[in-house]
């Protein structure tokens, strides 16, 4: 199948960019697939000169010829496009509309450098088509073309070596070595005609230019010539070649050595349809062409490729990539050097490589390019800032718990270490400054700077807790032994001494604490607070202990009951089987020493304030003078202070009465075995007994002789048997004296009655009355023993 070449208007008569049919072609000939392996011809000429033709037997397009046979008009209007068949790389032609133009007319000559400027934009190659007559003529038709090509190619002002193929048309009878040099000379009159840039008045064409000369015969008058004839001429740069040979110097044009062997800046395949809208708009848009639209444009995507190129190298750059690694683990000495060396390289080598282009555009790519470097390369910087930080504050850490154990003051050695630590973070900085970028590390030591203040404040509260906590334990050490032996003594006393010892063991702390904390140097406000707090805590330890204390109130008064009933004044045990102890009296002390106790621990008194609370207790529990007491308040007590609620004593009251009753039923009833053992008969009775049981006696005393008949041991055995129940007999107690298992219903009897003035008791729970009934055992058993 024959390959299509897909021909197609690019651009219309009226300047209309034909978008949807460039990029149909583009698609029908995946010209996005080749990348840069691509080349694009373009032909200029007059009008009428056979562009057509030649593109068409060059390249086997099908661009429309003109049929001479109806005369030379206008053939070509607007630019046309095609792709070259058979030539390799893939190359696109560009047919332009002829210069000279009577359609358009003299004066409408915009249209003419608009598409000039298009092609020499777009292209590797362009075409100049010349009649060979024309050659040395003043006021020939190449000379208003040339002027055209170089007017926009200084506009255009790209570095890019533009091949400018001379087609010679129609060659005549004189040498190819007479019209060379009167071409060229043509050509660089044309050339320093032209007003240059700045700095490039002199600059030479070749710079700018691949300048090329074939000759070809006249189509119309040797047509079989112009197709195959070979010329016999063939010198330097000027030949005269036929169509096929022409056609084979453009296979692989774009290699080195080829008609565009050394372009620049070329744009990617895949961009070239928007490349060409683009330029073809910023032309149209500057139609006077008084802005040199196209040089920006080119200008500005080549700066923009070549800083792209750089920066992607410098993304690459061994050094670049060892210095990043290197500071992910630490600070680097002369970081600062390093980096800017390595980004001044890429920098000086973007500058070489732009240096032809509009400085303008070159400026403010470079400027961007420096922009989008030193983004890249700040996060490399902030991480070696970010170590100095680290750095800074963790000597400020170090050196402030080594420095304080040196024991100097806690405020100066802050500011001490903090002075060394920004020194030490300023020049970390400034061996890590990048000239060209600028970075300013202020923000980072003002960070630096508030996480030294908040580590220093945060120490500082550490070290003022741990002294706070160290007087405390000494507080509650030096409070806790003397508060158990005040309180359990339950004198009326008490309290006034728990607060002289709170004061003086507080005030002692405080004076010591003060000294500790006088190298911070905190604010009297700070200092007023910490005191409180000790003395807050020293009162909390007080009421705590006080608080401890009321929860074994009972065993408390036990034990005061049992010291009190049990020994006298002179600590020597009660001997109640002596009968001289008057127990009901000694009940009554002790239960006043025990009822003393209690009110001593019903309430927290460090407020010296007086109160009533043992008046109440004594009136309502041991006189019933008062009424029973059911308050959960006391009287002038706050809640907070109250331990024991009025409630609470008479409920501890009765459980005391309840388990110490049987101490005072225990002594009583060794009383009254002792009054019943030292009981003797009277005189009468002992003669009595005597004389009744004398008969008796003297029987048993008859018998012994028939007793020992039987044998000694018989006879002994018989005798006691006999004689025992009769001894027996005799201590018989008088009749009317209750027996012993009945005492100790008798002696509680008589508690009761002997207390029946106070509290009447409970009624015993299970565990008293068996309490009660061992107890009655115990005591019968003592006074059998002790009878």
């Not at 025992?724 to 008088?734: A, E, H, S």
Request: contains cysteine.
């Amino acid at each position: 199948m024959e390959e299509d070449c897909f021909a197609t208007q690019l651009i219309y008569g009226d300047g209309q960019f034909n978008r949807d049919g460039l990029e149909c072609l583009i698609k029908k000939v995946n010209l996005a697939d080749y990348g840069l392996s691509y080349a694009v011809v373009a032909i200029v000429g007059p009008q009428s000169s056979g562009k057509s033709t030649l593109l068409n037997h060059l390249f086997e397009t099908n661009f429309r010829e003109m049929d001479a046979y109806r005369g030379r008009s206008q053939t070509t209007k607007g630019i046309w496009i095609a792709k070259c068949i058979g030539i390799e790389p893939c190359t696109i032609a560009l047919d332009l509309e002829g210069t000279d133009s009577g359609e358009r007319g003299e004066d409408d000559t915009t249209f003419e450098k608009q598409s000039a400027l298009f092609a020499l934009a777009i292209s590797d190659i362009v075409l100049i088509n010349m009649w060979c007559h024309d050659i040395g003529r003043e006021q020939a038709a190449n000379k208003p073309l040339l002027k055209t090509v170089f007017q926009v190619m200084m506009r255009l002002f790209s570095p890019r070596k533009t091949t400018l193929l001379f087609v010679i048309r129609d060659k005549t009878k004189t040498p190819f070595e007479f019209l060379e040099p009167i071409l060229r000379e043509d050509i660089q009159k044309i050339w320093h005609a032209v007003p240059k840039p700045h700095g490039h008045e002199n600059t030479h064409l070749s710079e700018f230019f691949n300048v090329e000369v074939v000759a070809l015969s006249s189509y119309e008058e040797k047509e079989e010539k112009f197709k195959e004839e070979v010329a016999h001429n063939l010198r330097c740069h000027l030949l005269c070649l036929t169509v096929a040979q022409l056609r084979q110097r453009f296979m692989h044009s774009i290699s080195p050595g080829g008609l565009a062997g050394d372009r620049r800046g070329v744009v990617s395949a895949s961009g070239f349809s928007f490349s060409a809208q683009q330029i073809w708009k910023d032309i149209k848009e500057n139609k006077d062409l008084d802005l040199p639209a196209h040089k920006v444009m080119v200008a500005t995507f080549r700066c923009e490729e070549i800083a792209g190129e750089k920066l992607a190298q410098l993304t690459l750059d061994e050094g670049w990539l060892a210095l990043e690694k290197a500071v992910e683990s630490g600070p680097i000495p002369g970081f600062g050097k390093k980096l800017s060396s390595i980004l001044e390289r890429y920098l000086s080598e973007y500058d070489s490589e732009t240096i032809y282009f509009d400085e303008g555009v070159r400026n403010v790519k470079r400027k961007q390019l420096e922009s989008k470097a030193l983004d890249f390369l700040h996060p490399a910087y902030i991480t070696m800032v970010g170590h100095l930080h680290s750095k800074a504050l963790e000597n400020f850490k170090t050196g402030v718990e080594n420095w304080l154990e040196e024991g100097e003051g806690f405020a100066a050695l802050v500011r001490a270490c903090k002075e060394y630590c920004i020194l030490e973070f300023d020049q970390g900085c400034a061996d890590a400054f990048v000239q060209l970028a600028g970075w300013d590390a202020s923000k980072i030591k003002e960070k630096l700077q508030r996480d030294i203040d908040a580590h220093a404040s945060s120490f500082c509260s550490a070290k003022l807790s741990d002294l706070i906590v160290n007087y405390e334990r000494q507080l509650s050490t030096a409070l806790t032994e003397p508060l158990e032996s005040l309180l359990e003594s339950g004198e009326r006393d008490t309290w006034t001494s728990i607060r002289k010892l709170l004061k003086r063991e507080t005030e002692a702390a405080l004076l010591e604490f003060l000294s500790a904390v006088a190298g911070f140097e905190l604010d009297k406000a700070d200092i007023t607070a910490m005191e409180q707090k000790i003395r807050d805590y020293a009162r909390n330890v007080v009421e705590r202990k006080a608080r401890e204390e009321a929860g074994k109130v009972l065993i408390r008064m036990k034990n005061r009951f049992s010291m009190v009933f049990n020994y006298g004044c002179d600590s020597i045990p009660r001997v109640w089987t002596a009968g001289k102890e008057d127990i009901k009296t000694i009940t009554k002390e002790a239960r006043s020493a025990s009822l003393k106790l209690l009110s001593v621990i019903a309430a927290i008194r460090l407020d010296e304030k007086p109160d009533k609370i043992e008046k109440i207790l004594f009136s309502s529990l041991m006189d019933g003078t008062t009424a029973p007491l059911a308050s959960t308040t006391w009287e002038e007590v706050p809640s907070k202070d109250t331990l024991l609620t009025p409630v609470r004593c008479k409920s501890l009251w009765k459980q005391f009465k309840a388990e110490t009753e049987n101490n005072v039923t225990r002594a009583l009833s060794y009383q009254a075995c002792r009054r019943k053992n030292n009981w003797v008969p009277p005189m009468w009775a002992i003669v009595a007994m005597i004389v009744l049981g004398f008969s008796e006696l003297m029987l048993q005393l008859r018998n012994l002789d028939g007793e020992f008949r039987n044998g000694t041991v018989a006879a002994i055995l018989s005798v006691s048997s006999r004689f025992l129940p009769t001894v027996l007999k005799i201590p018989r107690p008088p009749p009317g004296l209750p027996p012993a298992p009945q005492a100790p219903q008798q002696l509680h009897s008589v508690v009761s009655q002997s207390f029946g003035n106070q509290t009447p008791q409970p009624n015993p729970m299970p565990n008293f009355i068996s309490e009660s009934s061992v107890s009655s055992s115990n005591i019968s058993s003592d006074c059998n023993e002790y009878s």
